[in-house]
């Protein structure tokens, strides 16, 4: 298994991590890499995304996915991953000592920010989490709004974090909650777009950290 492990994980509900996830899985599969998902939220909110995929646009054998639980990561990731060249594990929304183990399994993991401040206090047990794993941790700022008094708050905030945010980011956009809708990233519910330029961007940018 020579394949790279990234986990989403943030203790907030609702903060992006299963956006982040599909987003990335299909920017990474539009480059031509075999991507495997593996789920650790018994919400099942990935699966169901992949359920809608397939049922429009039928299986790809480059796209895998499984559901695991966190202390089964290592098993899944050696059951199911194969010779995929990404791994996207999502997790669910809180930061107990279960992500450990996924945690562990990681090369990289990215907390998202959604822009207000409630994520932001909602990020230091992840991040410490990750820090006493010894692992790169990077924040992914999600729903930024320019211009706006809230926005300029939440990223003083972050700043004063341990873990540094990625330049990339993903704005506001409804296409967001489209896509995830119709079991589609954004980069193929409207190919050419801001979205679709943010979420290329963010890939780019964290496949350069996995080098
Ligand atoms: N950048 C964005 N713009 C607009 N809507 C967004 C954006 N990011 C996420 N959303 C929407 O916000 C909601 C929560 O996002 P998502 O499910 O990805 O969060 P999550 O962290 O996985 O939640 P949970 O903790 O429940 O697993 C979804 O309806 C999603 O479509
Ligand atoms: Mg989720």
């Not at 989490?129 to 211009?147: Q, S």
Request: charged content about 25%.
């Amino acid at each position: 298994m020579s394949g790279r492990i990234i986990c989403v994980a943030q203790q907030k509900g609702g903060a992006g991590k299963t956006t982040l996830v599909s987003n990335l899985a299909i920017a990474y599969l539009l480059e031509g890499k075999r991507v495997a998902l593996l789920d650790t939220d018994p919400q099942g909110s990935l699966g169901k995304w992949l359920d809608i995929r397939e049922e429009t646009l039928g299986e790809n054998p480059n796209l895998r996915f499984a559901t695991a639980t966190a202390y089964g990561i290592s098993r899944a990731i050696r059951d199911v991953c194969g010779d995929a060249d990404i791994i996207l594990i999502d997790t669910p929304p809180k930061a107990d000592s279960d992500v450990r183990w996924v945690l562990r399994e990681s090369d990289l993991v990215l907390v998202p920010i959604s822009a207000s401040q409630a994520d932001v206090w909602a990020t230091h047990d992840v991040l410490d989490l990750a820090d006493r794993a010894e692992k790169p941790t990077h924040i992914v700022m999600n729903r930024t709004r320019a211009g706006t008094r809230v926005g300029e708050d939440v990223t003083k905030s972050v700043a004063e974090l341990e873990a540094k945010p990625l330049k990339s980011s993903m704005a506001n956009r409804v296409i967001y909650a489209e896509a995830l809708g119709r079991g589609l990233g954004v980069m193929e519910a409207k190919r050419s777009g801001s979205a679709s330029d943010e979420v290329r961007a963010l890939a780019q940018e964290v496949s350069a950290l996995l080098k």
